[in-house]
T-cell receptor, first 110, second 112 residues
């Protein structure tokens, strides 16, 4: 059984700070890694993906991947109250299917 | 932009009723997926389809069936709804060969 683990939170950060969200996965054959943002009562929205070891930056978001440690993270710089949401980590390893973590709730406080 | 639509945002059904949830995508995606999302359990895959008339079981197919007669439409069927099927149901689609899935708005189903 492929597993994706996330701390459920809530993770509270002050406005303007860096939020760091972490995810570990069990399947060493995993190839693709995704971060989805989900606001309360809404559906998941794809915000970042990463396929290679290292960092990938997109605006205030940076995804980091370490395949040797089976670890993927999402950094949100200059956190805003509008970033308050649940962040889902998803891992793809075969057959175009994704395995999702249960999500980390982020709260950005004024 | 990819657009995935679902037939209802909220649905209330009685135990034993047959329930149809429909999903339509307008981007010619080959892959379509049905998930349910429950607090503390995350997103769980019910069924998926790689092509018209093709379907494969996901992690929790019991109590559900699916139909894909046209490429853009993927239906989830609850043959006899039960209270433990009360959940948020999410449809997603992706291009063949890609893991990037795009979600519809979801249907919150309550079975009483």
């Amino acid at each position: 059984q492929k597993e994706v683990e996330q701390n459920s939170g809530p993770l509270s950060v002050p406005e303007g700070a860096i939020a760091s969200l972490n995810c570990t996965y069990s399947d060493r054959g995993s190839q693709s890694f995704f971060w989805y943002r989900q606001y309360s009562g809404k559906s998941p929205e794809l915000i970042m993906f990463i396929y290679s070891n290292g960092d990938k930056e997109d605006g205030r978001f940076t995804a980091q991947l370490n395949k040797a440690s089976q670890y993927v993270s999402l950094l949100i710089r200059d956190s805003q109250p509008s970033d308050s949401a649940t962040y889902l980590c998803a891992v793809g390893g075969g057959g175009n299917k994704l395995t999702f973590g249960t999500g980390t709730q982020l709260k950005v406080e004024l | 932009d990819v657009k995935v639509t679902q037939s209802s945002r909220y649905l209330v059904k009685r135990t034993g009723e047959k329930v149809f949830l429909e999903c339509v995508q307008d981007m010619d995606h080959e892959n379509m997926f049905w998930y349910r999302q429950d607090p503390g359990l995350g997103l769980r895959l019910i069924y998926f389809s790689y092509d018209v008339k093709m379907k494969e079981k996901g992690d929790i197919p019991e109590g559900y069936s699916v139909s894909r007669e046209k490429k853009e439409r993927f239906s989830l069927i609850l043959e006899s709804a039960s209270t433990n099927q009360t959940s948020m149901y999410l449809c997603a689609s992706s291009v063949q060969g890609s893991y990037e899935q795009y979600f519809g708005p979801g249907t919150r189903l309550t079975v009483t």
